[in-house]
């Protein structure tokens, strides 16, 4: 009778035991279709217009079109939210970008500004032949 009593009592424990484990797993938060709570703005001094869903492209366009030396487009594309900059003054360009998953990544491109706009809006991208590549980094959320 002991053993059987022993039996019984280790299934009840680990019964409640597994139980705990499920409703804790459950309570956890999970990803949804919302984007993350992330702070990403331009730096100051930057005139930043919302140009919607764009691609590099349409953004690259905006820009060039811009007379502002330091200006800015903010868009979406593939469900990131990015701020395209074009520093005149400073010679780059800069792409802020904040992924749905939370992660925020800046690339700046040195050099030649309205070079680089010119190739994007012909190529889509920034890496204009003979000129520096760009560098990255996570900014972090």
Request: proline share 6%; net charge negative; glycine share 8%.
């Amino acid at each position: 009778m002991r053993p059987v009593v022993t039996i019984a009592l280790s299934i009840l424990v680990l019964g409640g035991i597994s139980w705990a484990v499920i409703a804790e797993l459950e309570t956890q938060p999970t990803a949804s279709d919302e984007p993350p709570a992330i702070v990403l703005m331009a730096p100051d001094g930057f005139n930043v217009k919302s140009i919607g869903e764009a691609t590099l492209e349409a953004a690259a366009t905006a820009l060039r079109a811009s007379s502002d030396s330091r200006a800015g487009v903010e868009y979406i594309a593939d469900g990131d939210r990015i701020i395209f900059l074009a520093d005149r003054d400073g010679q780059r360009v800069v792409e802020m970008r904040a992924s749905r998953s939370g992660t925020i990544v800046e690339r700046v491109w040195p050099e030649e500004v309205g070079r680089r706009l010119d190739w994007a809006i012909e190529h889509g991208n920034l890496d204009a032949p003979g000129l520096p590549p760009a560098t990255g980094k996570n900014l972090y959320h």
